[in-house]
């Protein structure tokens, strides 16, 4: 071959270059001690939420809205359609979804879907069975006596103590319920209104008027209602009777726990029990719970309704997918791809919480050669699922926004309250040098969350 051809094939257009990222997890967590958990027997349900209407049409009722779990999903319900889903996705993370009624029973239309599919699965009994109620719980209160008060506060702040009410009501303000057990007996229960529920380890009993006489089957007693914009921010006990329990409803109280209204929020910081009662989100409110025991579950009138269920494992962490192919281009060339779904969950269970997810990276190396990470940028573009009452804001909200990883960015924040999980696909963009050689180049990227 002549050195004519020689070079003219040295001037033929470049190969490709082929950069891979190893995606690797660095996720900052620590332990918080949780409450115990109650003996179990055999046949309960250890799903996250337990729907334990054995017959209802529609016992897990979602048209539209989100109902998003941590866990499994089991609904007891034999009815020929036991649960429907209208216009969205029941999500179980990490979980299943199923019942006795299943696959056929669980029954979609405009577009609804369950995530992951139903599978056939035997009822569970009641996994809060053995609880003691009121008033023979320990933690139930002894005072006062009839006639039972009456609080309704209307503006500015107001702290009050344990004990048995006739009902409780806020329309303005701040109303502080210090530690401990609240018994509502009056059907018109307790009411947040446009106002602010606070308290740290508190349960909320909803009695009958009856009361200190249980519910007679079948009796709707005192309902819960956070409504037109109300918001509460409540914890539960760590240790006692109800350790773990936000909400607790006479096993034979019918009246249930609400919310509605765009601003909406409830954030129990622990379990819901209501046997008997129907757990309700509608027009946009937010409803988040470490567990659900309920008889049925519903979410209607927005998209932007929701209730989530996210067990309190006392842990925040980090998952993404380990590895990733970036795909190729020529020196001088630009690739871009996808890492795939970036998932921080925080099971810390905090009246206050929030997070910072950051991003680093190592060059980009083929044996010698390599692609510093001057060349290497990210976005992590907007969040493609948030389960909670958090607000979360992306590091690089679209491609415009991309920086470096030539030094640790910001991925993803986030503010608010109880346990959440929010998830986001990032985009990594590799701008080749013109003098890079040709070859497949690996690297790492590092996601970690605190």
Known sequence: MSARE?????????????????????????????????ARAAGECTASLCVLSPNAANALYV????????????????????????GTTVIANSGTIGGPAAPAGFATSGGGAYS????????????????????????CPTTPATPYPTINHITGNQTINP??????????????????????TATVGMTISGGKLVGTGVTIYLACPSYPTACAAGTSGAAFTDQTGGKTT?????????????????RNNTAGVAVSGSGTQITAGGAIYTAAGKLSAAGGGKASFTRAVVDTIETSSSNSTQISVIPNNGTLSITLPTTASLGSAAPGGTISAALGSVTVTDGRGLATSSWTATVSATNFANGGQTITTANVSYWSGPAT?????????????????KQALSSSRTAFTSTGNGNSSTSWTPTVVV????????????GTVTHSVA
Do not use: E, K
């Open 6 to 38: 020689r070079g003219r094939r040295r001037r033929r257009a470049p190969r490709a270059v082929r950069a891979a990222v190893l995606a690797l997890v660095s996720a900052l967590a620590w332990a918080v001690a949780g409450p115990p958990h109650l």
């Open 63 to 86: 048209h539209p809205g989100s109902l998003q779990v941590t866990g499994g999903i089991l609904v007891n319900s034999t009815n020929s359609q036991a649960a429907l889903v209208s």
């Open 116 to 139: 992951p599919v139903p599978t056939n699965q035997a009822a569970g009994t009641d996994p809060y069975a053995a609880l003691a109620q009121c008033p023979a719980a320990t933690a």
């Open 163 to 184: 004990g048995v009410y006739t009902s409780i009501t806020n329309l303005g303000g701040t109303l502080t319920l210090n530690p401990g057990t609240y018994v509502i």
């Open 234 to 250: 409540l914890s539960a006990p760590t240790t006692g009777a109800f350790s773990g329990m936000t909400f607790i409803a006479d």
């Open 385 to 401: 699922n948030i389960n909670g009452t958090v607000t979360t804001t992306p590091g690089q909200s679209d491609v415009s926004a």
């Open 431 to 442: 701008a080749i040098p013109a003098a890079a050689v040709i070859g497949t180049y690996t």
